[in-house]
């Protein structure tokens, strides 16, 4: 199944491409990090702030992302996206030549966001228009282990980069690396609903589009369980990811560069995760594999929480990853199977403003947690939480909602 999935074209243009792209975001961050330890000095203050005006654009403009990602041609909307990132990212070092304030940092992370709230659910939205179904969990495993990999190689090299060179080099690679991603979507033919794309409708707004993808989803309930799920999962993620970086820099007294090499160990054990998951048929059916794996990073959390070492911490975090893997790709490829091309932007869009919201939310309570408990007990209580959440949720799945989706509503819009 991998390796059927990788002998498709179209699957191997967009895979390369979002390899390249990945990269430059990868020392793109490790360029924003830097800014933030050495000049800021409040690393889990700064960092949140980022990743809050960096996934709010998420949030503000979900609801209009359904009117390109299912009318307009995904090819197109996906290439036009990575041409204004990579714009935008570029110029930010001219920028803070003549505006030295690190407010000049967040509206350009904001405004990348913005593009990146339209590339993210067009992508998912176009994968079933370009493999079969039954691809469809062994490609976003592949796709998951190639960004993990990618990480892996780019978290290192970018701290060299940027520890020789400095953060302006990371930006403008980063700069170079969409536009490579832009040049291999443009090979893209997909066989259905992406490159056609539906005709633009005139009489409607794209907040009854909005309105339409969330009544499917509340009719679907099992759909509607997986965007909540993940909407779970990512309040964990947004502070775990805070608690690791002050868990790195702050109590184990680390560099950027040492941070990156932990990170390195997280990112290995994701990719194990998902090459399991991608490998094995039975593994990746198992209806609450996701929310037994959650209970289990938890247990790496409460672990990590007393571990002062910087070998043994990355032994645990290697840990936390594989089982992050299996939370984080079965979701995508549920909806991915089970919501009809015509609305499938719509359903990814809602699922955008809840986990978007959720997500802002979570990292400004990372900072108070870290603030008020330290890291130490915040990966702690975090850890006992995923343990309960997991638990309950695989519960709630067993008993009421493993049913198959209903068929799609009629969604009243005016060709």
Known sequence: ????????????????????????????????????????GNTAKYSADILFWAVLPLLIFSPF????????????????????????????????????????????????????????????????NILPSRLLMPANAIFSQAILIVTLVAMPSGGFLVDKLGHVVGFLLNGAT????????????????????????????????????FLYTWKNRPIFFQIIFFGIMQCLVAIFFIAFLSYGIDVLHLKVGGTNLLFAALGIGMALGAFCLGHSQNLAELPCLPMLMMGGAGIGMVTLSRVTSSWLGALVLFGIGFCAAMVMIPPDTYLQKHVPDNVRGRVFAVRGVLVGGAFLISLQLSKALIHHLGTPSTLRWLGIASILLGGIIALIWNSKTRQTPSQPINLNINP
């Open 65 to 128: 992302t359904m009117a390109l990602v299912d009318r307009f041609d995904r090819r197109k909307t996906l290439i036009f996206a990575d041409v204004a990132r990579a714009l935008l990212v570029s110029s930010l070092p001219l920028l803070m030549l003549f505006i030295k304030h690190y407010y000049v940092v967040y509206a350009t992370v904001f405004l990348v966001g913005c593009f990146t709230a339209f590339f993210n659910p067009c992508r998912l939205a176009m994968m079933p």
């Open 178 to 213: 969409y536009l490579l991603s832009a040049i291999f979507i443009l090979q893209l033919h997909p066989s259905t609903g992406a490159d056609q794309g539906a005709p633009l409708r005139e009489n409607s707004h794209p907040f009854l589009d909005f309105r339409d993808g």
């Open 1 to 40: 199944m991998l390796l059927a999935s990788l002998q498709d074209v179209n699957f191997k243009k967009l895979l390369i491409g979002q390899v390249i792209s990945v990269f430059g975001d990868r020392v793109n961050q490790t360029a924003l990090l830097s800014i933030v330890v050495y000049v800021t």
